[in-house]
């Protein structure tokens, strides 16, 4: 039965919120939002950096079943030597030597750090595909070569999950190469040198043995992130630095933009953590150690333990945990 007021012509109403409080309400969802929102953004990044240290584990662990596996660690990069030794395998790495067969000697060996490791990563599959007979953009391999795989993916990246055409799938991590700054050169003797160089595309295992890493497995940076892509701009600062894009001469492809299996699966260490910008250099900007994690990135030590460090490190200790056997034991202690 319906209430009437004291005339008993009008029902008794609730009373309406006027424009005020409506706003004051929206003021107050608005403000909590703004508040709980970096709240989230921070989990959001605790698990996605949580996830990036798992999978870089995972890398430097698979790194050291190679090494039970072929008694070294997998080498940076095969390359064919400039003598065309044994004329069935090839994979060149921009050597200066004319290969039989019309092979291009610009395209690298397909076992490169990341292909060498896809048996230790749950990926025995895909690397049994591979025909080391052939060249890497042969159709017997470039599937591969394109191939997206996760392990090498860091979910903080903006960029991918892609590559270019015939030559990588991108990839956010790679074997330290010191400070050097030749991506393939046969290095591995100098105390400039990192854990991960070029060799011939015969040498069996080839890599980094343990017993030359003079510094320390625990001193020795062996894995660490990296940008992966050529940059649409090379400041870190502007938004285009999260985006890349395909560089064309006259409609002809001529560079790049994403390193991973194919070619690129090292990490040029000199400079530091996250640089400001990158260069325009496509080896050096896309082989450049960044993480898009908050104020630093991960890496794997040669004993496998897993370190974040911060943007900050002092140049001179990340140089020397950059490098093998340069008679340094610094250790980071954030």
Known sequence: MARFGSCGSRPVG????????????????GTLVGLLLPAVQSAREAARRSTCAAKIRDIAVGCHNHVSAMKAFPPG???????????????SCGESCTLPNGLNNWFPDARSFTIS??????????YAKLDFTKDA????????????FTAYDCPTNPVRGTGYGKWNGLTHYGGSQGTSTSMCARIGTTSNDGMFFGVDV??????????????GLGNTIMVCEKLGYVPRVLNSFDPGFRDWG??????NYWSQSGYGNNQGSTVRMQG?????????????????????????LQVAYGDAAVQFINETID????????????????KYNP
């Open 137 to 148: 953009q042969n159709s017997a391999n470039s599937t591969i070569m394109q191939k997206h």
């Open 246 to 251: 395909i560089k064309t001469s006259g409609g």
């Open 202 to 215: 015969l040498d069996q295992p080839g890599g980094c043995r343990e017993k030359d890493v003079l510094d």
């Open 14 to 29: 609730r009373p309406a919120f006027t424009l005020v409080e409506l706003l004051v309400v929206i003021a107050i969802i």
């Open 117 to 126: 490791l896809l048996p230790y990563l749950e990926q025995a599959d895909q």
């Open 272 to 296: 530091g953590p996250n640089p400001s910008t990158v260069s325009s250099n496509d080896d050096a900007g896309a082989l450049a150690p960044y993480s898009f994690h908050p104020g630093g």
């Open 315 to 330: 140049i001179n200790v990340w140089n020397a945990l950059a490098k093998k056997a340069d008679g340094s034991t610094l």
């Open 77 to 91: 990069q095969r390359q064919q030597g400039s003598t065309g030794a044994n004329p069935t395998k090839y994979f």
